[in-house]
């Protein structure tokens, strides 16, 4: 099987299988205890913490850990919201849909909620921001990367437009995490979310990173884990790897995503020259991800191509892994403009770690024999 799904999760690293393992097995005890298992497994929660935080250049005191990503950006939108009376939330038009969810749960609270759209590359601008900015707003969450198009918006310039408006800013940074470099204290937002299962971690780990004068009401209410932010025992193991992955993501990034770059545009180029009726989507935007192409097919549904490229051995998505199996068309796609029929056509293509040139070049002859049917079946149709 030829893997190309990473922004949906990513095979697990044999070196955090080796940090997680001894939480696994003879390291059982809980972190909140006070006795010698106790305290070695709250040692290895704060290394842990300690790896994420440098990961995103925050302070520890500043990770939250959680469940997942999804978790994550519901305990930012709902947390916040929780400790405010009824105000203002913005989110841009292309956020995933554990921010849409919960602003639409906050929607049927009181608050009035609003979105900012995005240009036709998919991108969040500076002017659609402060245009969407009133002084009624209280809180704004806008993607620092998208996960179907892989678009990265300017969270920095982004966040002074939204500090000088008075509002708090959240970044879902899921997918930007171990492939573009973060810098929370740079970057002006307030919140941030991050996972472990995109970055060769463990699935069922994420964390919040928070400016510490957010006043926030935990999602969880319980045993005062995570200095009362974030109730219920840790997943020490879980963490464990999380914090391990953290810490070879941030070692090899720089390597990784230079590599990536090579075989997107491998890629890219591949299919200008042998599949040019391929569209590629964000192709213009002003930075994007060095592992994500988002395309269409036109004339082919994109289910359909994913089913073929599946039987033919490779893995790819029809967008979200979260939302492919309600088989709509991309609400970023609709969102930048893109016509019904062709956002119907649209896969994700998400190199990673174990892609090669290789590959790339199978995908392309794939690709380049599917679109060779679908000018069949057209020519027949129209004959």
């Known amino acids: ?131 969407a900015l009133r002084p009624d707003t209280r809180l704004v969450s806008v993607m620092a990367a998208n996960n179907e198009t892989g678009v990265v918006n300017d969270i920095a310039a982004l966040a002074t437009e939204v500090r000088a408006a008075g509002a708090l800013l959240h970044t879902d940074a899921v997918q930007a995490a171990g492939k573009w470099p973060l810098d929370f204290t740079a970057s002006g937002a307030h919140l941030m979310s991050v996972s472990a299962h995109k970055i060769y971690g463990p699935k069922g780990c994420g964390a919040l990173v928070l400016d510490k004068a957010v006043d926030m009401e935990p999602l969880l209410h319980g045993g005062g884990q995570e200095k009362g932010r974030r109730g219920g025992t840790e997943n020490v193991a879980a963490i464990v790897g999380f914090g391990r992955a953290a810490e070879l993501a941030l070692a090899e990034l720089d390597g990784l995503s230079a590599r990536l770059l ?53 893995a790819v998505s029809s967008g979200a892994a979260c939302g492919s199996a309600e088989h709509e068309p991309s609400h970023v796609l609709l969102a930048m403009g893109v016509a019904p029929e062709i956002a119907r056509c649209a896969v994700r293509i998400s190199l990673g770690r174990g892609n090669t040139e290789h590959d790339v070049d199978t995908l392309i002859a794939a690709l ?16």
């Open 262 to 314: 090579v075989l997107r545009r491998r890629l890219e180029q591949g299919l200008a020259a042998q599949v040019p009726q391929l569209r590629l989507f964000a192709a213009q935007a002003r930075q994007r991800l060095p592992n994500t192409l988002f395309l269409a097919l036109p004339g082919l549904d994109g289910e359909t191509l994913l089913l073929e490229l599946d039987r033919l051995g490779m």
């Open 1 to 131: 099987m030829i893997y190309l799904d990473h922004n949906a999760t990513t095979p697990l690293d044999e070196r955090v299988l080796e940090a997680m393992l001894p939480y696994l097995q003879g390291a059982y005890g809980n972190p909140s205890s006070v006795h010698a298992q106790g305290r070695t497994s709250r040692a290895a929660l704060e290394r842990a913490r300690e790896q994420v935080a440098a990961l995103v250049a925050a302070h520890p005191s500043q990770v939250v850990f959680t469940s997942s990503g999804t978790e994550a950006n519901n305990t930012a939108l709902k947390g916040v919201a929780d400790r405010q009376a009824p105000g203002r939330l913005l989110i841009s038009a292309v956020e995933h849909a554990s921010v849409l969810a919960p602003a639409a749960a906050l929607g049927r609270l009181g608050w009035e909620r609003d979105t900012i759209p995005v240009n036709d590359q998919g991108e969040v601008t500076v002017q659609a921001v402060h245009t």
């Open 368 to 383: 380049q024999r599917q679109a060779a049917r679908v000018e069949a079946l057209q020519a027949t149709a129209w004959g």
